[in-house]
């Protein structure tokens, strides 16, 4: 791989570039899935390719090609250069990358079982247990069960001196039971909705997640939301589950502090941010118990955005994003560092394979569990009157990142402290920040999670990103809820 | 780029290595480039060039795909070998049919969507025309940000019973936002001939939006009529498509369960499938190979057809379910096996109405009294599926109409819109042209106007 990178680096070098960097990737995915008693799909894929990104004039290109032969990484890497130099005839200043040590390293995702490793008929087995599970319910009209497994290993070589290889492994599973009747098509889906629980791990995850043990009340819960009370409209206290809260995390504190988005970068498509720069460190974001952070390192846990390095090759870390309810923290890259007065990138870009240039993209944002013990029962006990949320069904944001409304699956009317009947078609709605004041308990460490959202979409051409979302259940004050079903 | 002959070739090699009953290979690919630029500069510029064979076995009622991007003899033995592994631990599955004819295949074609020129488009080009639309943007003191890309790509389906079906294309794409202090504006068009595209055209009605709706007011979220440009439309209409499919009807996961047959929307709308369209783009076959028919989907408000892949078609004709769809047949509109989604139409070409009845966006302002017009929509998901409520936000040009005339810029709103009301309530429509948003796939639509839609909160800008 290193030679392929030198016959790269040296022709970029050659041809006038002032910085270069080149991505190999050799990746296999394995994706499984049934529906009603039968395999759905079940497929392999690998792919391998090379990507080189170079300045040029002072402007960025960047060329990538499956044809791994050395003519064709040549013709590829001076594709890069003569792109940047077309990039220059549109520019209004030089690039500038922020200083970084070049770093040479070699690291693997922990884990157990190699999920390749484990067999086919077993995956299926599985999954069609579920699937009997599901369908042992009556009333349940579709049942859908997915496995996937993906190895990610990338060999990153840049013209500072950087040779950084890193090896991932993610996998993933979840389920959904459907139940149609009447004029309602209701779903339930475990752990999580849109392919259930991913993480960097092996096949153990798969055995964390006790899918088999429950599937059957899943199934019962999607069939009972037909004879649920339809969810109020009005001011509401509310709860939010762990999944629905890391969700409203990523929509609502991740993308806005995306940098690029910030500077504009993103405008025709992801849209901007309202958090202008003249925000840091003065917006009160949150309420007090708002602490939330970028974190790429291992010690927060096997999340989607965990690794060694970024796509650039800056070390993981971890940056304070909303610290006791103010905004203290931008997720940032070595182009644009400077616009916010910082030496060093916050090393959060990644591309999503070969064939795509890197872009800055959310690592583990997650907010930080209490201090104090607190379970979501104690929680609920501890609120008179209120609604609890749980698992996604829809989510919508403006461009901005302000208005925001979601829908869950289910949702569970509480009253005098306990929790009561259940509620179907629950949504809610708000603006950003109004929101994250008004929150005023969060549950502690031991109910917080580490979610797994496997596709965040992002940039022109489209990138699929995987992103790590640590939350514990956590209950918001004078909410608008059910504004989904208004007029309707 | 790869060719026919190429491709059949790869098949030959992906066929030696196999001990299939049947095999099929997707073998697909190109070239592509994309230029962006935000704060009136480049600052992405990227292109590729790659290539895959996507390798389907069956044995006995079992089937699985495995997909390589390398064609050495050693790649294309695992590749066949990966889909074997897969496809013998399964049990069977009495619903799976034979791989499709060659017959199947048979006079699949369309207009010509080859386009050298489009195919030949440089990093130069493409720059002239990003500056072009600098110069618009700094003529206006406004900011651009956007995309121009273009690609070239093949495809070809090939499969042990001498189906062989091959597709090449080019295409181009422009998008246009143009940013204000507090306003913006936007367009996009695309098209398999770069020819069709006019840079500064778009550059200068986004500018207009922008410049228009600078100084943005809160209007009172409430039920509105509103005139919808065709990107609007497309994004909203695009959620209702994947519930034509048959599988989607036996697997009672449409809002058509319970439906087929009754006029649901207003008798002004008829929709077609139709992959030859003029307008339309893509492939004259479908996953599997088989041809694309044209086939009207709703008529005068009638859900009229479902698309069906082949064994979506047995599959309905077995079921209790039958008597009540319409005609039932494959038609050529199957995704690659296996899959869970069965199929769905992709081509989608909205009648219109007559012609002398169309109105254009400025005559539907000019019969309003008070209403909203939207350029674009942003973020639409689905609250609820059966009744089709979609929720998202306007973005980057909405006006409000008073007496027949754009007054001001609004603040964005968010709604939470049922699409079965929506089509009931449609008061005109224009000219379909062919148009792109970012929800949903290409299709030619109206741009139309409709009462009471149905806007729920306002954002702050």
Known sequence: MKDLAAWALNTAKTRGATYADARLVDERARSLATKNGKVGHASDGASQGLGVRVIVDGAWGFAATDALDRPSVEATAARAVAIARASAQVKQHDVRLAGEKPAVADWTTPYKVDPFSTSVEDNLGLLLKVDAELRAVAGVTLAEANLNFRRYEQWFYSSEGADIHQVKFITGAGFAAYAFAGTEIQKRSFPNSFGGQYQNKGYELIEELELVENARRIGEEAVALHSAAQCPEGSFTIILDSSQLGLQIHESIGHPIELDRVLGMEANFAGTSFLTLDKLRTLRYGSELVNVVADATLAHGPGLGTFAYDDEGVPAQCTPIITRGRFTGYLSSRETAHAIGEPRSGGTMRAEGWNRLPIIRMTNISILPGEKPLTLEQLIADTDEGILFETNRSWSIDDKRYNFQFGTEIGWEIKGGKRGRMLKNPSYSGITTEFWNSMDAICSRDQWTLWGTPNCGKGQPMQTMGTGHGAAPARFRNVKVGSAYKGH | ?461
């Open chain 2, 1 to 461: 780029m790869l060719t026919k002959e190429k491709a059949a070739e790869i098949f030959e090699r992906v066929k030696r290595h196999s001990s299939a009953d049947e095999i099929e290979a997707i073998v697909y690919g190109g070239h592509s480039a994309l230029t962006r630029f935000a704060n009136n500069t480049i600052h992405q510029n990227v292109a590729e060039e790659g290539y895959v064979v996507s390798v389907r076995t069956v044995f006995g009622g079992r089937t699985a795909r495995a997909t390589t991007n390398k064609f050495d003899d050693a790649s294309l033995r695992q590749v066949v070998q990966a889909s074997e592994a897969l496809a013998r631990v399964q049990q069977p599955d009495p619903d799976l049919l034979p791989m499709a004819e060659a017959a199947a295949a048979a006079g699949a074609s369309g207009p010509r969507r080859h386009f050298e020129e489009t195919a030949a488009l440089t990093p130069e080009d493409r720059a002239r025309a990003v500056g072009a639309i600098v110069g618009v943007a700094q003529s206006n003191r406004l900011t651009a940000a956007g995309i121009f890309s273009s690609s070239e790509s093949c495809e070809a389906i090939l499969n042990s019973r001498g189906l062989a079906a091959w597709h090449t294309q080019t295409s181009s794409e422009i998008s246009v936002t143009m940013l204000a202090a507090d306003s913006s504006g936007w367009q996009k068009a695309n098209s398999p001939d770069v020819h069709n595209l006019d840079a500064v055209a778009l550059s200068e009605i986004a500018a207009r939006k922008a410049r228009e709706s600078a100084g943005p007011q809160e209007l009172a979220p409430g039920k509105y009529t509103v005139v919808l440009e065709p990107a609007a439309v497309l994004d909203l209409v695009g959620f209702m498509f994947f519930d034509f499919g048959g599988l989607a009807v036996l697997d009672q996961r449409s809002f058509l369960n319970n439906r087929m047959g009754t006029k649901l929307f207003g008798s002004n709308i008829t929709v077609w499938d139709d992959a030859a369209h003029p307008l339309q783009s893509g492939a004259a076959f479908d996953g599997e190979g088989v041809r694309r028919q044209r086939l009207r989907l709703v008529h005068q408000g009638v859900i009229e057809n479902l698309v069906y892949a082949r064994s979506s078609a047995e599959r309905m004709k077995k079921s209790p379910l039958a008597g009540q769809v319409g005609e039932i047949q494959p038609t050529g509109h199957g995704f690659p096996l296996p899959n869970e989604m069965g199929e769905a139409p992709m081509n989608i070409v909205f009648e219109g109405g007559p012609e002398a009845s169309h109105q254009t966006v400025s005559q539907m302002v000019a019969s309003t009294g008070r209403g909203v017009l939207v350029t674009r929509l942003w973020y639409i998901r689905e609250v609820d599926p059966y009744e089709k409520i979609l929720t998202g936000m306007t973005r980057d040009g909405t006006f409000l109409i008073e007496d027949g005339k754009l007054t001001r810029g609004l603040r964005n709103f968010r709604f939470n819109q049922s699409l079965i009301e929506m089509l009931s309530k449609v008061e005109a429509m224009g000219t379909p042209v062919r148009a792109s948003g970012e929800e949903s796939f290409d299709m030619v639509v109206p741009p139309v106007k409709v009462r009471d839609f149905n806007f729920t909160e306002v954002t702050r800008f």
